[in-house]
């Protein structure tokens, strides 16, 4: 048995078109009989404490915001129509020419603090969003790049002159964006957009009680008040303690399973489980600002140094393969003919190449993983660590608790902590930028902190193609080969998410990132 095997039996048991599809419709359910208690979800990751959605990146805080605030589109992200986006707060998006896109809005919708919805809103979120000093900055360009006027209280005319490229991105974009007061964005960061959210959504924030974030239902939802009276959405990080938690009925939902706790939820009466193909890859992440991954070749020594293959076994129902920087339900995905492949000689070569011979001279390589919000991640991390240090790096890992690996998650000056981190990346929308944009521009890079000019190239002349049909070939063709030769993140595969729930919560719809859809739940 080679060491290959070894690994792998050991692990195992120890462990589309471009064209839109509008569907206004999507939401409209089959209501139930209902049962007057609030819905309790549990939660795999905390929240930062500041509510402003333009100041995290936090997966827990996005789910929150699909219960309360409003979006102008949604995007249910499915494999069979992953361009597919179902209207909300707008009515109608429509690309007037290359440079100008035109939104119209639902009218008579209102703020959870009584201001009436209207273009003046979207005009302050788009530039608000599009701050450079933003976590969460969503757009094709900066503030400079656009204008927005507003003709009327429901009309949005967005202007891309400025930026060089297709007013045509914000249509993707426009499912990813919560939409928030003009009046809470005047106030700045520091006011009320930190304090709590306002949005348009089926429920109203009430107040974050230690753990537990607590909504109520919104009687004067647009499209009808929620069956359920309300939600309560707690974060327990043990991921054990989630699973006995819906077991006993304690919660209703949780998520984030592990393939095992699939396995035994599968055998419990009273308990459904929902899978699906998520918008998230699985990367190993480079810190390319400072050695020893600032050297290409280094970085695709290791990925040569890896075999996915095990991966997968060690993830059983909760991956999927993949070999591309993005999701297989994002615009422009393609499996790529040049992804670094398991192949140790080729590990072997590039690190001669790179005056490292079997490793020799290699500073310590610290890996850096989280336990307790995805699954498996210690178990594969385990494996990775391994399959490296049989090529010659000297690499340890290092297991955190989900709170500890936030903090350490993204780039600084000098470089961020460690030198490899393990992180997914969702974003509601099929818009690819949202992943490649946000990582591999000098003018964002995240995680990985890679300041390219050859990728930067390749993001600008993707981003400013003049048709959909050429934006996908220049993603397919030139952006994501040239990402696979220079690798400042691996993907590993992509998620499947995986959540449990009773099987008396009806109509509940989870989207491929996570968000949920409670306005017609009940539980009967």
């Not at 992200?77 to 896109?101: G, K, Q, R």
């Not at 396995?263 to 600002?289: H, M, P």
């Not at 003919?337 to 390589?365: M, S, T």
Request: aromatic letters at 10%.
């Amino acid at each position: 048995m080679d060491r290959r095997k070894f690994l792998q039996y050991g692990m195992m048991a120890g462990a589309s078109t471009a064209a839109m599809h509008l569907n206004p419709d999507f939401f409209f359910t089959s209501a139930h009989a209902q049962e007057m208690r609030p819905l309790t979800f549990l939660s795999a990751e905390n929240i930062t404490g500041n509510w402003d959605p333009m100041a995290h990146t936090t997966l827990s805080q996005f789910n929150i915001e699909g219960f309360i605030m409003g979006f102008l589109t949604r995007s249910p992200m499915t494999p069979e129509n992953p361009d597919e986006v179902i209207y909300e707060l707008a009515t109608e998006i429509n690309v007037l020419d290359a440079s100008h896109l035109e939104i119209k809005l639902r009218e008579g919708v209102v703020f959870h603090d009584g201001e009436p919805f209207s273009a003046k809103d979207v005009k302050a979120t788009f530039e608000y969003g599009a701050q450079p000093e933003r976590s969460r900055q969503v757009y094709p360009g900066f503030a400079d790049t656009f204008e927005v006027t507003t003709p009327d209280d429901y009309t949005v005319i967005v202007d891309t002159t400025k930026g060089g490229y297709g007013a045509a991105m914000f249509v993707f974009l426009a499912s990813y964006l919560p939409i928030m007061s003009a009046k809470d964005i005047a106030g700045g960061p520091n006011g009320p957009l930190s304090q709590r959210l306002n949005g348009t959504g089926p429920f109203k924030f009430l107040e974050q009680s230690g753990n537990d974030t607590v909504m109520v239902a919104n009687e004067t939802y647009f499209r009808g008040a929620p069956k359920i009276p309300g939600v309560t959405f707690s974060f327990v990080g043990d991921g054990t303690t989630r699973m006995l938690s819906l077991m006993n009925g304690q919660a209703d939902v949780i998520e984030r399973l592990e393939p095992e706790q699939v396995e035994t939820l599968e055998k419990e009466d009273g308990i459904v489980l929902n899978r699906a193909v998520s918008v998230e890859n699985k990367y190993l992440w480079f810190r390319c600002s400072k050695p020893p991954f600032d050297n290409p070749l280094l970085r695709k020594a290791v990925c040569h140094a890896i075999d996915r293959d095990i991966i997968l076994e060690v993830m059983g129902s909760a991956g999927e393969a993949s070999s591309s920087f993005v999701s297989p339900i994002k615009f422009g995905y393609s499996d790529l003919e040049n992804y670094p492949e398991y192949d140790p000689e080729e590990c072997q070569r590039l690190l001669a190449e790179a005056g490292y011979p079997g490793g020799e001279g290699l500073p310590e390589i610290e890996y850096i993983t989280s336990t307790g919000f995805y699954p498996k991640t210690k178990e594969y991390g385990e494996v990775i660590t391994a399959l490296l240090q049989e090529q010659g790096f000297p690499v340890t890992l290092n297991v955190m608790e989900v709170a500890a690996w936030n903090e350490r998650l993204y780039d600084r000056p000098g470089g961020g902590p460690g030198h490899m981190i393990d992180c997914g990346w969702t974003s509601a929308s099929p818009e690819p930028d949202l992943v490649l944009r946000t990582h591999f521009h000098s003018s964002s890079k995240r995680i990985c902190g890679i300041e390219d000019p050859e990728i930067d190239a390749a993001l600008d002349a993707e981003r400013d193609a003049p048709s959909l049909e050429a934006r996908r070939d220049s993603l397919q063709n030139n952006l994501m080969p040239l990402l696979a030769e220079k690798v400042p993140a691996y993907s590993l595969f992509t998620s499947v998410l995986m959540h449990g729930m009773r099987s008396d919560v009806k109509d509940l719809f989870i989207f491929p990132d996570g968000m949920m859809d409670a306005s017609k739940t009940t539980m009967s």
